[in-house]
């Protein structure tokens, strides 16, 4: 073990049901009392990268995924993918003339399948977040700060910024279960999708 290693307070944190409402294709369908679990690392001291997991399972139609976020300035991100399989989803607002991202004008939009092995970077400037679409937990590391001198550090680190996912209540697309299989449901609230890559993944 590194010597410098210590116990860091507030490291663990859980996604509730209610808090994903805000953000769920179906905000009334039923799911799981925990979405996903945060453990939080601090490269500081050695201890490493952030761990994910995800539930396995579906909540109306859409399978489990994290709440999404974009990152408080310029800051970049490398998932690895330590067990399951899903589908990444990455958008890029536009941008106003005073630089102000609109929440409901996506420059670009990618759903990327992922699996164990494999990495994905997260250009600075795309918000992300990961559906579980296997039948297992999903689990990753990722590079992202923490600041343990925040005061909810777990859960909602300053880095990320929740709200303009809040307020479209999701990403432009949904990652549901249809037949067995992922799909993209269009969420009717973004105005307008400019560039997008969807991996062959059917819009239904
Ligand atoms: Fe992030």
Do not use: C
Request: charged share 25%.
């Amino acid at each position: 073990m590194n010597k410098n290693f210590q116990f860091v307070p507030k490291h663990y944190a859980a996604r509730t049901h209610e808090k994903m409402q805000e953000v769920l294709m179906d905000p009334t369908a039923i799911g799981p009392s925990i979405h996903y679990y945060m453990i939080r690392g601090d490269m500081k001291n050695n201890r490493g990268n952030n761990i994910t997991v995800w539930e396995p399972g579906i909540v109306g139609r859409e399978y489990i995924k994290t709440y999404g976020h974009y990152h408080v300035g310029r800051l970049d991100e490398t998932y690895k993918f330590i067990s399951g399989q899903g589908i990444a989803l990455l958008q890029k607002l536009a941008v106003d003339k005073s630089g102000n991202m609109i929440p409901d004008v996506v420059e670009e939009f990618k759903a990327i399948p992922v699996k164990v092995g494999d990495e994905l970077f997260i250009p600075a400037g795309y918000g992300h977040l990961v559906a579980n679409t296997g039948l297992d937990f999903l689990v990753t590391s990722d590079d992202s700060p923490v600041n343990f001198e925040e005061v909810n550090p777990a859960s909602l680190p300053g880095h990320a910024d929740y709200e303009l996912v809040k307020q479209m209540r999701g990403f432009a697309y949904y990652v549901v279960e249809n037949n067995g299989n992922p799909a993209l449901v269009k969420n009717k609230l973004y105005k307008e999708i400019r560039k997008s890559e969807l991996s062959g993944l059917p819009v239904i």
